[in-house]
């Protein structure tokens, strides 16, 4: 089943390499969407796709080597609205 995620990560999440990190796990596992950084500090994700590989997706994210740099994420599931061509990352 489709869905959609947006992930807000707060820590040391920029300069970093997170921004590309997120595109290469998307892009293996064939997500759709967007991350980019925020004026705050915090790094922000919207993607859509097969909810197993969104939650692969957070999974890695949150276990790998970005783990170190994440206090926290923000994580809230909907519907996908099917915007999205492929991942990029926003600047």
Do not use: C
């Amino acid at each position: 089943m489709e869905k959609r995620v947006h992930i807000l990560y707060s820590g040391m999440v920029q300069g970093v390499g997170f921004r590309f990190t997120a595109e290469r796990v998307a892009a293996n596992l064939r997500l759709k969407g967007w991350v980019k950084n925020l004026a705050d500090g915090r790094v922000e994700a919207v993607l859509e796709g097969e909810e197993d590989k969104l939650t692969i997706f957070v999974e890695k994210i949150k276990s790998g080597p970005m783990r170190r740099y994440i206090r926290n994420a923000e994580i809230d599931w909907s519907e996908p609205t099917k915007e999205f061509g492929d991942f990029i990352i926003k600047f």
